[in-house]
């Protein structure tokens, strides 16, 4: 069986003035909160067990199987509000980590489904069709991601030189086993809260800071390669292009919008 944990505490300062009553995870597209799509997708995957860490504007989310609050979403990161939900690592069962503001085909799911090692990460080969979409460089915004011969993560999240920094772009889709939770876990507390993990304290560091510490700790981590199926919202000007392709009819060549509902 299979769990998910969305991560909902965030603002959005950059999708303002949409966020200035509302959590990201709830601002619209195309007549339904991304979290609403979000659900319908892991509903279709047969994921209903869903916990929902929620943070600014916690009361407007009333959603989802459980939710758990983030008192100190102010001050921390992802990682942070991924442990205050915790109790889900208990080696019941697999655990999918969901970014709250990304829309996503039940394809990816099935796809991360079958990983091959303890922690599995989605990964999109046709990201630059996106990134292209929202911004002249697509350099400025993305991240690295390299893989072994065997298809397994070598390094992500770091600011690439080149284009052949990145061989395929981190979608905000993880899972862990349920075998490997307690150790996921485990992982963290062992952290000196003080120390920097790339560039950042452990109650800041990002999702892709963590994976790099499990990475470089030998744990492996199976890259699960799709191609397109999602898109991320981090601005207004996102929102307006997807929104505009949506009506257009264009985004079906990024997302099927139908493969959800």
């Known amino acids: 069986m299979t769990r998910a944990v969305v991560l909902a505490a965030g603002e959005g300062t950059r999708l303002r003035p949409l966020t200035a009553d509302r959590p990201k995870c709830l601002v619209p597209f195309a007549g339904a909160p991304l979290l609403a799509w ?7 995957a047969g994921i209903d067990d869903v916990t929902i860490v929620t943070g600014y504007r916690a009361e407007a989310i009333t959603v989802g ?20 939900a915790r109790e889900q690592f208990d080696g019941g069962d697999d655990v999918v980590i ?36 929202r911004m002249e460089d697509p350099l400025a915004d993305a991240e690295t991601l390299r893989c072994d011969d065997d298809g397994f993560l070598t390094e992500l999240g770091r600011r690439p030189r080149t284009l052949a920094d990145i061989e395929a772009q981190y979608v905000g889709l993880v899972l862990v086993r349920a075998d490997f939770a ?3 876990c485990g992982w963290y507390d062992g952290l000196d809260p003080q120390a920097e993990y790339e560039g950042r304290d452990r109650d800041h560091m990002f999702m892709t800071a963590f994976l790099q510490l499990l990475i470089d700790g030998g744990v492996a981590v199976d890259a699960v390669p799709v191609d397109g199926g999602w898109f991320e919202v981090d ?20 997302l099927d919008l139908a493969a959800i509902r």
Request: charged letters at 20%; proline letters at 2%; hydrophobic letters at 50%.
């Open 182 to 184: 307690a150790a996921w």
């Open 65 to 84: 199987t459980r939710r758990v609050h983030n008192e100190h979403f102010a001050t921390t990161n992802m990682v942070a509000s991924l442990m205050c």
């Open 98 to 133: 969901a970014y709250g503001d990304i829309v996503y085909e039940p394809r990816l799911l099935a796809a991360l489904t079958a990983t091959r090692g303890p922690v599995g990460v989605v990964v999109d080969r046709e990201w630059r069709r996106l990134w292209e979409l």
């Open 235 to 254: 601005t207004v000007e996102d929102l307006m292009v997807y929104e505009q392709m949506a009506t257009d009819g264009r985004l079906a060549a990024i």
């Open 38 to 44: 979000q659900l319908a997708a892991l509903a279709r």
